[in-house]
């Protein structure tokens, strides 16, 4: 009797959870639908995290009959095209919930959260595709072509038109392989989609039930060797793949890409890592990442670099082992 009574006020606790984490979702969802701009932009962020919330509390199958009841609510009340935006958020949502579920570390829950976001980008992708017949790869086109004849009418009104055409022709021929890398930067949209929203749920469940989640410092970052070896096989495949534009071409340009990112995220945290152990000034990271933001083609280039030699040389060992 008393165990059944148990179960019966946990299952109410259940029910009454998933019902206020569902109410959330569609008031963030109608706020985002008649608050366009900065503000509803900001609050996609603010989306997965009932899904967290509810699935770190209950499991992946409350998570998976929550979703259920948003499309269904989401549908009725919002609009279709709130079903992707749904999708993407609530797998993401229910896939990092389920981490945080099974006590799995920050760095594994942000791993698993990045998949399901990944899995809900590509979800939109295709539907987008297939029923609302929205190409990415076309509107990417688009946009660069009007942003290069804006660029060549100003350049053509202020003078000095034949002195850039040249770079201009050379951006314009970087950029318009921006479409063959899709791939990657639907993994690079996840796995920030995924950072962001498992930092803002620590927050959240920190405040209501005073846990202590919360990410290593990341000068503590470091990536794996095996990245290193897969981004110098796709360095390899890309050059012999350079004047093709097949399977292979798109596999090596897209792992090229996403390998080299990490690396850069590396050569970031070692820079703050360095900062640390020398105790140099705490602007050096911040410094770091402005120059990059206004000179990316050579300082990227070298964060690169920087963070291949800390893999590959274990630098960050040798600095303590001297200290």
């Not at 299952?11 to 969802?29: F, Q």
């Not at 701009?37 to 989306?47: D, R």
């Not at 796709?234 to 996403?258: K, P, Q, R, W």
Request: with cysteine; charged share 15%.
């Amino acid at each position: 009797m008393i165990k059944d009574e148990v179960q019966w006020m946990k299952d109410t606790r259940r029910i009454t959870e998933g019902a206020l984490m569902t109410g959330v979702y569609l008031l963030e969802l109608l706020l985002i639908l008649f608050l366009p701009g900065i503000v509803g932009s900001l609050l996609l962020f603010t989306l997965p995290i009932p899904f967290v919330f509810y699935s770190y509390r209950h499991g992946w199958k409350a998570g998976g009959l929550m979703l259920i009841a948003v499309v269904i609510f989401a549908l009725l009340f919002a609009t279709v095209f709130s079903l992707p935006i749904t999708l993407l958020t609530g797998v993401g949502g229910i896939f990092a919930g389920t981490a945080m579920y099974h006590k799995r570390s920050s760095y594994e829950t942000w791993a698993v959260g990045s998949i399901g976001f990944i899995i809900g980008i590509v979800a939109v992708y295709l539907l987008s595709q297939l029923f609302l017949g929205v190409s990415w790869a076309e509107q990417i086109r688009v946009s660069l072509d009007e942003a290069f004849t804006i660029t060549e009418r100003m350049l053509g009104t202020f003078g000095g038109e034949e002195q850039m055409q040249e770079q201009l022709e050379g951006l314009r021929q970087q950029i318009e392989t921006l479409p063959d890398l899709i791939p990657s930067l639907i993994a690079i949209l996840g796995i920030i989609y995924a950072f962001v929203s498992q930092w803002l749920s620590y927050k959240l469940i920190n405040r209501v039930e005073g846990k202590k989640f919360h990410f290593p410092a990341f000068r503590n970052f470091t990536l794996p060797t095996s990245v290193l070896w897969y981004y110098f096989f796709a360095l390899i495949l890309n050059y012999a793949f350079a004047a093709g534009d097949g399977i292979g071409y798109l596999a090596a340009i897209n792992v090229f890409t996403l390998t080299g990112t990490f690396l850069i995220v590396q050569g970031f945290a070692f820079i703050a890592f360095y900062t640390h152990v020398k105790r140099k000034s705490k602007a050096l990271p911040i410094l770091a990442i402005v120059g990059c933001v206004f000179l990316p083609t050579i300082l990227l280039y070298l964060v690169r670099i920087l963070g291949i030699i800390d893999i590959g040389f274990s630098l960050r060992e040798r600095m303590q082992t001297k200290k």
